[in-house]
């Protein structure tokens, strides 16, 4: 199983980055994606999520309103769209998958885990 992900950059604040993750090794559609995001020097934290069937989504409070997760299951890729950025944005964004799950916000009901890529927002 691989999970890739990509995208990240420098960009200024209040600008837009699109996310992509790409996931091999699974059937993607049976498998919950979400988003978590580490700053340097704190612990992980939960970004969105979206169920298998990709009629439930979650979302941290603090991105709600500017980021959106959305899934293509015929390309095996979730996407993280990213607007408005704020410098407290900056972090390295990973994306994992769980199976058939509820779009769990914990990060220890997922199962595999991609690379992380670097988001960095500066003002």
């Known amino acids: 199983v691989q999970l890739q992900a990509f995208g990240g950059g420098l960009v200024l604040a209040g600008g837009s980055l699109r996310l992509s993750c790409a996931a091999s090794?699974?059937?993607?559609?049976?498998?919950?994606m979400a988003w978590f995001r580490q700053a340097p020097g704190e612990e992980r934290e939960f970004v969105a999520s979206?169920?298998?069937?990709?009629?439930?989504?979650y979302y941290a409070d603090s991105v709600k309103g500017r980021l959106t997760i959305s899934r293509d299951n015929a390309k095996n890729t979730v996407y993280l769209q990213m607007n408005s950025l704020k410098p407290e944005d900056t972090a390295v964004y990973s994306c994992?998958?769980?199976?058939?799950?509820?779009?769990?916000?914990?990060?220890?009901?997922?199962?595999?885990w991609g690379q992380g890529t670097l988001v960095t927002v500066s003002s």
């Open positions: 994992a998958a769980r199976f058939r799950g509820w779009g769990s916000v914990i990060s220890h009901d997922y199962t595999y």
């Open positions: 090794g699974i059937t993607f559609s049976n498998y919950d």
């Open positions: 979206l169920t298998w069937s990709g009629s439930s989504s």
